[in-house]
């Protein structure tokens, strides 16, 4: 797969992030977290509107995987807010009894912004971010690391 996507990534931002969608939707509700991270790890590099929306997806998707979901919360919290940065266990460590994050679900990377851009990413974006963060936030039956990311993005991303 590595392979495989070194060289699609040759052929443009545009085709790069399509293949990456297209592996990202397949991979929606797989339990291999190593391969979850593998095909998410590529996306750090890229604003693609294409994702942004498979994201946007994916987060709220009762189907998806766990590990998939907080994957797609990272992307969207990335997008939201380009200089931050997150682990996946800082994610999901939980919610504080006030139903605050704990600090430390972010981590701030200097001077960092996405080196590649795709498919244009929509007007609105970091408001349809936290719309849906809100949802899964208040989704009585969402993974409780799904919320812990949700309420990450609603602590970070302003609209």
């Given amino acids: 797969m590595d392979s495989a ?10 085709a790069w992030g399509h293949a990456l969608g297209g592996g990202l939707a397949r991979l929606r509700a ?12 590529d996306t750090q590099w890229l604003r693609d509107g294409r994702i942004v929306g498979l994201a946007l997806n994916i987060v709220e ?36 009894m006030a139903g605050r994050r704990r600090r430390g679900c972010v981590v701030y990377r200097r001077g960092y ?30 993974p409780p690391a799904v919320k812990s990311a949700a309420q990450c993005i609603l602590d970070n991303v302003s609209g």
Avoid at 5 to 14: A, D, E, I, M, R
Avoid at 30 to 41: E, K, L, N, P
Avoid at 127 to 135: F, G, K, N, S, V
């Fill in 5 to 14: 996507l070194q060289k699609v990534g040759h052929c443009g931002t545009n």
């Fill in 30 to 41: 797989s339990t291999d977290s190593a391969v979850v991270d593998r095909m998410w790890r």
């Fill in 61 to 96: 998707d009762k189907h998806a995987s766990r590990i998939s979901r907080m994957y797609a919360a990272r992307y969207l919290l990335q997008i939201g807010q380009p200089r931050y940065s997150a682990d996946i266990s800082a994610l999901g460590q939980g919610l504080e």
């Fill in 113 to 142: 912004d996405f080196p590649y851009e795709g498919a244009p990413v929509p007007a609105g974006v970091r408001a349809r971010i936290r719309d849906t963060a809100q949802r899964v936030f208040n989704d009585a039956g969402a």
